[in-house]
């Protein structure tokens, strides 16, 4: 199975495509990410708990796979790289009322974004705090597992270049995520298709957007133990917030990394088409080095102002990387 992102002709929007058996489906990309990382694993429905054995089990093995502990209080902790345990500070369940109240019954009006896994609304909570608040589509890109995999790694790694996850919802069948609302939206809202009122970033602003989103990663692969493979680091994948600090976000994809021996992870190929590394695309060999990639694709970016993929450029020019080297 090979799963990829790729973007629409002219690189306005991105459609996550399938493949399997020779079918696919595909659902547009067109949201910012909303991001996190701080909290608990605790799905509940109201407090009750994930309702599926299956899924609960699911949940348990995920739990396993992470190298996360559970201690008798239900708060999760993870070894740092010094086999220190981090506690995790408590993500907060929300029930599905409360989120709707917050968004105002989802109105249109405070819609911040929409795509393959569902919609992202700017929202208040009861304590005034405002929030971006992303709902999972049932049949969405981002299933259950992705779902457990972004509130496990917000919940349990913690950095001022990692968006924070403030809650989560599971109510029945409802699928939500709490973030910290980033004002100034992605990296990609100020690298194209800019207003002509609006100013383009200078560079100083740049070299820290830069510089920042390394520290996020560097966190990732040298401070978390295991090391955590980003796996879909992309400009639109980068929130800002008012001093255009950025924080990496969408942890969906995301993949424990290689460890004794092992010197790649193999799993099948998912990712944004243009920021994906070659070698882990061609093989499915993912390694550390494949984010490295990625991070190269946004610095071109930052460096060109052009897409990792332009379908509107003429041949030849339409790869940011192909034509830069």
Not at 125 to 138: F, M, N, P
Not at 144 to 161: D, G, I, R, T, Y
Request: hydrophobic letters at 35%.
């Amino acid at each position: 199975m090979v799963c990829f992102s790729c973007f629409s002709p002219g690189g306005k929007g991105v459609r996550r495509i399938e493949i399997e058996n020779g079918t696919r489906s595909g659902s547009r990309h067109s949201a910012d990410s909303a991001g996190s990382g701080r909290g608990k694993e605790e799905s509940g429905d109201n407090g009750k708990g994930i309702r599926s054995t299956a899924k609960s089990c699911e949940c348990w093995e995920l739990i396993r796979v992470f190298n996360v502990s559970v201690n008798g209080k239900g708060k999760a902790t993870l070894n740092d790289t010094k086999g220190n345990s981090t506690r995790s500070s408590g993500a907060r369940s929300f029930t599905f009322r409360e989120l709707a109240a917050a968004t105002r019954g989802f109105r249109e009006v405070n819609l911040i974004g929409e795509g393959g896994f569902g919609r992202v609304y700017k929202g208040r909570l009861e304590t005034g705090e405002v929030v971006a608040i992303k709902q999972l589509d049932h049949d969405g890109v981002q299933g259950f597992k992705e779902f457990l995999v972004e509130v496990l790694m917000l919940s349990l790694l913690h950095h001022s270049n990692l968006v924070t996850l403030i809650g989560y919802c599971t109510d029945g069948d409802q699928r939500l995520l709490v973030y910290e609302y980033m004002p100034m939206g992605s990296l990609e809202d100020h690298l194209f298709d800019l207003d002509p009122n609006k100013e383009p970033l200078n560079w100083n602003t740049r070299i820290k957007v830069a510089v920042g989103a390394a520290r996020g990663l560097e966190h990732l692969h040298c401070k978390a133990d295991p090391p955590v493979i980003y796996r879909d680091l992309k400009s639109a994948n980068i929130l800002l917030d008012n001093d255009f600090n950025p924080k990496l976000s969408d942890f969906g994809l995301a993949k424990l990394g290689p460890v004794g021996d092992n010197t790649h992870v193999s799993t099948r190929v998912m990712g944004t088409y243009g920021y994906c590394a070659p070698e882990y695309a061609m093989s499915g060999k993912l390694t550390l080095k494949s984010d490295i990639y990625s991070f190269g694709v946004v610095l071109l970016e930052l460096i060109t102002g052009r897409r990792a993929i332009d379908c509107s450029k003429k041949q030849g020019e339409q790869n940011l990387v192909s034509w830069v080297c």
